[in-house]
T-cell receptor, first 113, second 109 residues
C-alpha cells in the first residue's frame, strides 16, 4: 500500500521564479491538503483539494495556487517567489474532505535565494 | 482568535515518563490530533481525541478535556528514538487543522 509521495524532495530557486510541487495521495484517499512549515514552526495550512476543487484556503496570497487531477494527485504552484517562501512544503492526504485522519508525505524542501 | 500553545522544548531521561501539554482556543472543535515529527521528516500520526478522556495506544496515551481546552500526550518508557518534535493540532468544524508550533523533546541517556 503506497503512502503519500511528493516530488521533488529538494529544490533551489531564485526570487521571482515560479515553482511547481507534486503530490500523490495514499491509495484510496481522495483529499489533498497542502501545508507550509518554516523551521521550528508548526505547519501552516495553504489549501485543500477535494473532487478537483479548492475547498478551503488558509491565509496565503494568490501567488499560491493549486490543482487536483482526476486520479486525486495534486500540484502546488507558487509564482513570483520571495525569500520568505523558503520552507518545507508538506502534502497530506485523507478521505472525505478531511473528515478522516491526514497522512503526510515526506515533503519538499524549497530554498529561495 | 485561534491559538494553540505547547511548551517549546522539554528534556527527559531514557526509561522515564513525560507529559506534553497543549492548550487551545479555536472557533469550533472537531477533534484534536497529536503527531510526531523527527527533524527533517514529515509528521506521523500518533493519536486522535474527540471525546473527553484518555486514549491509550501502547507507550503513548493522549488525554482531552474539551471544557478546559486542554490536552496532553503522555509518553512512557522513553526511548532515545522518541527524541522528536510533538505537534498538537485541533480540527475545526470545517475539518481544517490548526497546528501548534510543536514541542521539541530531548531524551538523555
Amino acid at each position: 500500500d503506497a503512502g503519500v509521495t511528493q516530488s521533488p524532495t529538494h529544490l533551489i530557486k531564485t526570487r521571482g521564479q515560479q515553482v511547481t510541487l507534486r503530490c500523490s495521495p495514499k491509495s484510496g484517499h481522495d483529499t489533498v491538503s497542502w501545508y507550509q512549515q518554516a523551521l521550528g514552526q508548526g505547519p501552516q495550512f495553504i489549501f485543500q483539494y477535494y473532487e478537483e476543487e479548492e475547498r478551503q484556503r488558509g491565509n496565503f496570497p494568490d501567488r499560491f495556487s493549486g490543482h487536483q487531477f482526476p486520479n486525486y494527485s495534486s500540484e502546488l504552484n507558487v509564482n513570483a517567489l520571495l525569500l520568505g517562501d523558503s520552507a518545507l512544503y508538506l502534502c497530506a492526504s485523507s478521505l472525505d474532505a478531511g473528515q478522516e485522519t491526514q497522512y503526510f508525505g515526506p515533503g519538499t524542501r524549497l530554498l529561495v535565494l | 482568535g485561534q491559538n494553540i500553545d505547547q511548551p517549546t522544548e522539554m528534556t527527559a531521561t531514557e526509561g522515564a515518563i513525560v507529559q506534553i501539554n497543549c492548550t487551545y482556543q479555536t472557533s469550533g472543535f472537531n477533534g484534536l490530533f497529536w503527531y510526531q515529527q523527527h527533524a527533517g521528516e514529515a509528521p506521523t500520526f500518533l493519536s486522535y481525541n474527540v471525546l473527553d478522556g484518555l486514549e491509550e495506544k501502547g507507550r503513548f496515551s493522549s488525554f482531552l478535556s474539551r471544557s478546559k481546552g486542554y490536552s496532553y500526550l503522555l509518553l512512557k518508557e522513553l526511548q532515545m528514538k522518541d527524541s522528536a518534535s510533538y505537534l498538537c493540532a485541533v480540527r475545526k468544524s470545517n475539518y481544517q487543522l490548526i497546528w501548534g508550533a510543536g514541542t521539541k523533546l530531548i531524551i538523555k541517556p
